[in-house]
């Protein structure tokens, strides 16, 4: 993600706090309150400038988005898409999906979004890859029993990679496109970089997986 450097953006998401949780550890276990109905909690992790959150929360009203972004100066994208188009059934945290534990109690989350992911290519940077084990265990005591990840990416490596991390963790592969634009799959969201990359040709994956835990 190309970063520019806009020291307003930290004081504009503050300014924001009914979008932008600016404490979300104290919200663990307590997320429905902040929407104030019980429908289910699907989070993304790595929102970017968030067109794939907004655009999932406008077509599903009856589901709960919450995006995860790093870098403040990204996450404030998403913030404009959303004061542009408010809707009720979104949220934004400024936060490292390394803490999702501290912000959401076990079985808060129904699905975990990942797109784009950054690949992390060289080996001794595997650790950092959002589809690594360590991280599938994160989202594991997060999620409901049998609760999904949802993953895309134009990276071959990565899709790879994290295609044999899933099935060594134990997770079923549900649905896997090797070229989702050509694929019969309805209703798909495009995500700043998935519009990016299929205008330059390259191919989209795309995977379900489940934890069977149930
Ligand atoms: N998902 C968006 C898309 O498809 O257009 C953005 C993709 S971009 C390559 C990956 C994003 O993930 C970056 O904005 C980066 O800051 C964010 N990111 C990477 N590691 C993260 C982490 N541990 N927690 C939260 N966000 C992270």
Redesign the pocket.
Known sequence: ?RLRNKPWAKDKLAEHSNYVIDNPTEQKGKWHEIFGNDHPIHI??????G??ITGMAKANPEINYIG????ES??VGALDRILEDPLPNIRLLN????DLNEIFQEGEVDRVY?????PWPKNRHEK?R?TYKSYLNLYETILVKNGEIHF?TDNQGLFEYSLRSFSEYGLLLKFVSLDLHQSDFEGNIM??????FASRGNRIYRSEVKYLNG
Request: avoid cysteine.
């Open positions: 993600m993304e992790v790595g929102t970017g400038k067109k794939f995860i972004e790093l870098q990204v996450i936060e490292n999906a390394d990942l797109n784009f992911s950054d950092r959002l895309k995500t700043e970089y998935e519009e990016k």
